[in-house]
């Protein structure tokens, strides 16, 4: 029975929930990120931290774990092997882990069932805090984090000493024409399905949850996504390019962008390149790598000129256990997929690379 809904319903299912999971307001979005830029840099750490990085310091962002009770509602299980891998792996090389946001699936969730199936996550990001090198701040699943009394309490059971939550960071780093400010958030801000919404809350943890628990179905298609960036992304980026020596990094969407684009973008704009240059052999290949993610009659997107500002972590609970994430360290910034498919044993992949530097204001692409 459970198979014959899964057949009959999961399209519909996940049809409706790309189609009401967020509803996003540009105005709510763009005002709600400039208070809270604004916030952090006026006063470092009442919302936020301000990093002043330099050529040693070295940052991995993860995102979006939704850390659940291990029942077939927790997109977090298959994943949990490549996370625990992939800290270890950044611990050893001395990374400072940015933790951004609903990192607990607390909509689903009791706090304590989650706390008890998932201590060996909290362990391997404990290894973090004893170097002082973890940064926690909650998205709109774990706004429990900031808003609930016992928050600050809870915090010290799972990792034994006090830490403290933020809404934001700022990493400052030296570019060649100056500083460049890259501004890491959540992302859920003036999303009105997600900022605060308590009916969103109550549907996803009264219907949503028992329901993809009977059906066992996971709505986060593999990390690297055969789509155009979705509206709130593309709002995420709208905002971005009107500031001046800025990055934007947020989760939330659980949809790896880099540079501005998705790695459906980037084919066709590869493919743009190649017809240009009469390159007949990428003409082949990347039509053969664009047939295998559209479906015929789709139509090629129109970019212009854009700004490589935004980029999105994607999350740590793809469907087959693959997880994104952001590095910024050795002059670049890349986004990283870990992954167990090859051969059993998770290992981290480059998936995109650039240079800080060609950050800066000064750059604009053709798409």
């Not at 940015?98 to 201590?119: A, C, F, Y």
């Not at 958030?185 to 999303?191: K, L």
Request: charged share 25%; aromatic share 12%; net charge neutral.
């Amino acid at each position: 029975m459970r198979k014959f809904l899964q057949r009959l319903l999961s399209s519909w299912i996940i049809h409706l929930s790309n189609k009401f999971s967020s509803n996003p307001n540009p105005e709510r979005i763009h005002e709600a990120l400039d208070k809270l830029y604004k916030t952090i840099n006026d006063n470092p750490g009442k919302r936020g931290l301000v990093f002043e990085v330099n050529d040693d310091h070295k940052f991995i962002i993860f995102s979006d774990q939704h850390k659940g009770a291990r029942d077939d509602a927790d997109d977090f299980t298959l994943a949990e092997k490549n996370y625990l891998k992939a800290l270890q792996y950044y611990n050893e090389q001395n990374f400072h882990y940015i933790n951004l946001g609903d990192s607990e699936e607390l909509w689903e969730n009791l706090l304590e069932s989650v706390i008890k199936h998932n201590k060996e996550t909290f362990e391997a990001e404990k290894a973090f805090i004893a170097k002082n090198q973890f940064t926690k701040i909650f998205g709109n699943h774990d706004l429990y984090w900031d808003n609930d009394p016992l928050a600050g309490f809870n915090l010290t059971r799972l990792y034994g000493t006090a830490i403290r939550i933020y809404e934001g960071a700022i990493l400052r780093m030296p570019v060649k024409n100056g500083k460049l400010d890259i501004f890491l958030t959540h992302g859920h801000q003036g999303d009105l399905q997600s900022d605060g919404n308590w009916f969103s809350k109550w549907f996803v943890s009264t219907i949503w949850a028992p329901l993809q628990s009977y059906l066992q179905i996971n709505l986060n298609t593999p990390a690297y996504d055969n789509q155009l960036k979705t509206v709130h992304n593309t709002l995420m980026y709208n905002w971005a390019i009107t500031k001046r020596n800025m990055a934007l990094i947020t989760g939330h969407t659980h949809q790896p962008v880099f540079a501005s684009l998705t790695h459906l973008e980037r084919i066709y704009m590869k493919l743009k390149k190649a017809k240009d240059e009469k390159n007949t052999s990428d003409i082949a290949f990347l039509n053969a790598e664009l047939h295998k993610r559209i479906k015929e009659g789709d139509q090629a997107p129109v970019f212009g000129k854009y700004k490589p500002v935004y980029f999105n972590s994607g999350c740590c609970c793809f469907s087959d256990g693959d997880i994104t994430g952001i590095e910024i360290a050795d002059g670049l910034i890349r986004l990283i997929k870990w992954s167990y498919h090859t051969n059993t044993v998770p290992e981290r992949i480059i998936l995109e690379e650039m240079k800080i530097n060609d950050l800066v204001d000064s750059n604009l692409f053709n798409g």
